[in-house]
C-alpha cells in the first residue's frame, strides 16, 4: 500500500486503467466473429454455457445453439470460464492435388479462439463460405474416454430440411433427401449428412462436419422442435461377422472414443448460402479439413473406368463366354485403351470371398495386369474391407508386385471411432505405395479427401446400381444430389446408361440393367456430378455401338481448372459450365418437369469456339434413348435456349 502511495496520478490511473480492462477481459462472456466479407456473423456467449447465434446479413439463420463434450464425465463448455480469446485471420491459395471443382481454391477465414480453465478451448471460424466450431484439448491425462457431444443446431422457425433419413446407423448411406420441416422429424429419426435447411430469403443452409480422425462421425436427429442435434455411434466392444461382408457391433460401451487427452476434436459446420446453386461450388467441408498427409502427390492420377459390375458383364458380338475371366477383362482393356480410358474395374468375383489374396481360377492375374500395362490401361481391385483388414498389408504389397493402380473398398456400413481409423489406415497404407482408393459402403471418407489426395472418390450415394432393383435412383432424386450429398465430397455414383427409360417403359432388371431419365440426363451428369475417378458403367459393347456418345464420353475430364453453376434449383434442374484446359463443358439436368432453359456463354473468354452439344431428340418424352447431336460455332456473347424433355439433359463439348 505504501508502493501505491508513492506513485504519482498519472502512474494510479495507468493502473487503474490495465486493472480495469484485466477485470473486463476476465468478465467478457459475448464475442462478436464475422466473415471476411462480413457477410455472415457468430454471435458467442459463454455464461451460462457456451452457446452462438449465424446471422446472414444480419438475419439470423440459427439461434441459441449449444455445444458441449463429455470428456470423463466432466462437461467441457458448461460454466465456461475464459482465460484468454484470441483472434486471427487467413488468407492463402491453396492449390488441390486433385482439382476436384477448381485448380485453386482461396482458404479464407477470421477465427476466435477461447481458451478456457480446465484445459480445453473451444475454436470458431467464420468463413465466406459459413461457419465452424470445434473443441481442443490439452488434459493431463495421457488417454481419456469421450461419454458424448453435444451438438445442437436451433433454427428460428420451422424451416423445411433435405433430410436423409435412416433405419439405423449400420448403413451404406445411401438416402433419399426428402423434404419434411423440422417439427415433423421425430427425435427416433437420425440422419446422415448433409441436412441441408431451407433458411429463407432464398438462403440455405448446410449442416455436415470435416477432419474427423480417431472420433466417430456424427449423424443427426430431430429434437421434436425447431432443430436438429448430433448423434454418435457408440464405441463398439463386440463384434460379429455374417458372410464375409458385415462385420456388425453386437455390444457397445457408454461412450463414443477413446483417444488422446491432446487434441483437436472433429470441425462442427454449417455452409451457407444465398442461392441453391451456391451449394455446389461451396467447398467448406474441404476447406476444413487437414491439408495432405503426404508431399508427393504427381502420382495421383485421375480418370475415367471402365466398370463391369453393374452391366452384369454383357458383352456380345465376341467369341468368347463372357464373364469373369481373363478374357473378359481383357475386351474391357481393349476397349479402355481405343477410347483412352485410364482404368477398369474387377469388382466381385474376381477373388473367392474371405480371402483377397485367393484369386479365382478363371483368371489369370500376371498375365492380365501384364496386358493392361502393355495397353496404358491401370487395373483397380474391389474388395470387402474386413476381409482386406485382416489381411491388408500382405495384400497391398502383392497388389503392388501386380502393378495394380488402385482398390475400391466396400461394405463398411459404419462409422464407429474403430472405422473411423480404418478410413485413414488403408489411405495411409496405399498412398506408401501410389494407390487410389474408392470408398463404397460408406459416406465419412469423402470428407477426408485433402488429408488424403489417393482417396479419389466415394460413394455415400443412391446411385444409379439402384436400378438394378428399383426407381430409386431417377431424375427428381438425380437433381436434388448435386446441391445435398455432393456438399461433402466427390460422390461416385456410376452413370453412363445406355439403355434409358422413361416412367413407364422402366423396369428393374438385375441382370440387364437400365436408368431412368433420357440419354442425355446421362451424359450430363460427367459434367454436373463430382467424381475424380469417374465410372463408365455399361458394357463395353454398348458403348463400342454408339461412336457419336463416345466422341463425348471419351475425352470429358473428370476433373476441372474452372466451376460456373449457371442456374439451379434443389430437386428441380441444375445447369453447369466446367473447364479444363482450354476446354469447356456444359451439363443440365431436370427432374420429371420437362423445361426450357437459357443458357449464357458469357463464362467463355474472347475468341470463337465450336460447340458439340447432345440434346434431347423430339421423341424423347416416349423413347428415352433418343437424343440429337448438333454442331455450331460459338462465343462469349452467345445465348442458346435449350429445351429438356422431362427427365432429360443436355451435354456440350465447347473448345477453340
Given at each position: 500500500m505504501n508502493a501505491l502511495k508513492q506513485m504519482s496520478p498519472p502512474l494510479l490511473a495507468v493502473l487503474a486503467a490495465l486493472l480495469a480492462a484485466a477485470a473486463s477481459a476476465t468478465a467478457q462472456s459475448s464475442y462478436d466473429l464475422r466473415s471476411p466479407d462480413n457477410r455472415i456473423e457468430i454471435r458467442i456467449r459463454t455464461v451460462p454455457a457456451v452457446r452462438y447465434d449465424v446471422l446472414l446479413r444480419g438475419r439470423a439463420l440459427l439461434q441459441d445453439c449449444t455445444l458441449a463434450l463429455d470428456i470423463d464425465h466432466q462437461t467441457l463448455g458448461l460454466d465456461a470460464k475464459v482465460h484468454a480469446a484470441r483472434k486471427r485471420s487467413y488468407d492463402q491459395t491453396v492449390e488441390p492435388a486433385v482439382r476436384q471443382k477448381f485448380a485453386r481454391i482461396r482458404e479464407n477465414y477470421n477465427e476466435l479462439r477461447l481458451e478456457m480453465e480446465g484445459g480445453y478451448a473451444?475454436?470458431?471460424?467464420?468463413?465466406?463460405?459459413?461457419?465452424?466450431?470445434r473443441f481442443e484439448t490439452s488434459l493431463p491425462q495421457q488417454q481419456v474416454k469421450v461419454y458424448g457431444e453435444e451438438t445442437k443446431f436451433n433454427f428460428p422457425g420451422d424451416s423445411i430440411v433435405y433430410y436423409p433419413q435412416e433405419d439405423s446407423m449400420f448403413s451404406h448411406n445411401e438416402r433419399k433427401y426428402v423434404p419434411q420441416h423440422l417439427r415433423e422429424i421425430d427425435p427416433a429419426f437420425i440422419a446422415t449428412m448433409p441436412a441441408i435447411a431451407d433458411a429463407g430469403e432464398g438462403a440455405k443452409l448446410a449442416i455436415a462436419e470435416s477432419d474427423v480422425e480417431d472420433?466417430?462421425?456424427?449423424?443427426?436427429r430431430g429434437t421434436g422442435g425447431r432443430g436438429l442435434a448430433g448423434t454418435f455411434p457408440p464405441y463398439p466392444l463386440k463384434e460379429k461377422l455374417e458372410r464375409d461382408r458385415d462385420f456388425r457391433v453386437v455390444e457397445a460401451a457408454d461412450y463414443i472414443a477413446v483417444t488422446s487427452g491432446t487434441r483437436t476434436f472433429p470441425w462442427r459446420l454449417m455452409g451457407i448460402v444465398e442461392k441453391d446453386r451456391d451449394l455446389l461450388t461451396n467447398q467448406l467441408v474441404w476447406l476444413l479439413a487437414k491439408p495432405s498427409q503426404f508431399e508427393d502427390t504427381s502420382w495421383i492420377k485421375p480418370g475415367k473406368v471402365a466398370w463391369d459390375w453393374w452391366n452384369f458383364n454383357n458383352v456380345y458380338d465376341v467369341n468368347f463366354k463372357a464373364g469373369i475371366n481373363t478374357q473378359t477383362y481383357k475386351y474391357y482393356i481393349d476397349f479402355a485403351a481405343k477410347y483412352g480410358i485410364q482404368y477398369i474395374i474387377l469388382d466381385e468375383g474376381w477373388y473367392k470371398l474371405g480371402n483377397v489374396l485367393d484369386v479365382v481360377p478363371e483368371i489369370n492375374m500376371e498375365e492380365l495386369t501384364a496386358y493392361a500395362k502393355e495397353k496404358n490401361v491401370g487395373i483397380i481391385l474391389w474388395v470387402v474391407w474386413k476381409s482386406l483388414d485382416d489381411q491388408l498389408i500382405p495384400a497391398l504389397e502383392q497388389y503392388a508386385k501386380w502393378g495394380v493402380k488402385g482398390i475400391k473398398v466396400d461394405f463398411m456400413q459404419r462409422d464407429d471411432q474403430l472405422l473411423i481409423n480404418f478410413y485413414h489406415k488403408v489411405s495411409r497404407e496405399?498412398?506408401?505405395?501410389?494407390?487410389?482408393?474408392?470408398?463404397?459402403?460408406?459416406?465419412?471418407?469423402?470428407?477426408?479427401?485433402?488429408?488424403?489426395?489417393?482417396?479419389?472418390?466415394g460413394e455415400g450415394v443412391r446411385g444409379m446400381e439402384w436400378s438394378k432393383w428399383s426407381a430409386e435412383s431417377e431424375p427428381t432424386h438425380n437433381v436434388t444430389l448435386p446441391f445435398t450429398r455432393m456438399f461433402l465430397g466427390p460422390m461416385d455414383y456410376t452413370p453412363g446408361a445406355m439403355r434409358n427409360a422413361t416412367k413407364t417403359t422402366f423396369a428393374p432388371i438385375f441382370q440387364q440393367p437400365m436408368a431412368l431419365g433420357t440419354r442425355c440426363h446421362q451424359l450430363a451428369m460427367y459434367v454436373v456430378f463430382e467424381s475424380p475417378l469417374q465410372m463408365l458403367s455399361?458394357?463395353?459393347?454398348?458403348?463400342?455401338?454408339?461412336p457419336e456418345v463416345m466422341e463425348f464420353l471419351a475425352p470429358v475430364p473428370s476433373v476441372w481448372d474452372d466451376t460456373r453453376v449457371l442456374d439451379g434449383r434443389i430437386a428441380e434442374y441444375v445447369a453447369v459450365a466446367r473447364r479444363s484446359g482450354n476446354d469447356w463443358y456444359v451439363g443440365a439436368m431436370t427432374n420429371w418437369t420437362g423445361r426450357e432453359l437459357e443458357v449464357d456463354f458469357s463464362f467463355l473468354p474472347e475468341g470463337n469456339f465450336s460447340m458439340e452439344a447432345y440434346q434431347d431428340g423430339i421423341n424423347a418424352d416416349r423413347m428415352a434413348s433418343d437424343y440429337k447431336r448438333v454442331a455450331m460455332p460459338l462465343n462469349k456473347s452467345a445465348k442458346l435456349k435449350i429445351k429438356l424433355a422431362p427427365g432429360g439433359g443436355w451435354a456440350a463439348r465447347i473448345h477453340p
Open positions: 473451444v475454436v470458431f471460424r467464420a468463413y465466406n463460405e459459413g461457419a465452424a466450431y472420433y466417430p462421425g456424427m449423424w443427426l496405399t498412398a506408401k505405395r501410389k494407390m487410389l482408393v474408392d470408398f463404397h459402403g460408406g459416406q465419412k471418407q469423402v470428407t477426408m479427401t485433402r488429408t488424403w489426395p489417393n482417396m479419389i472418390s455399361d458394357s463395353p459393347s454398348n458403348y463400342l455401338r454408339e
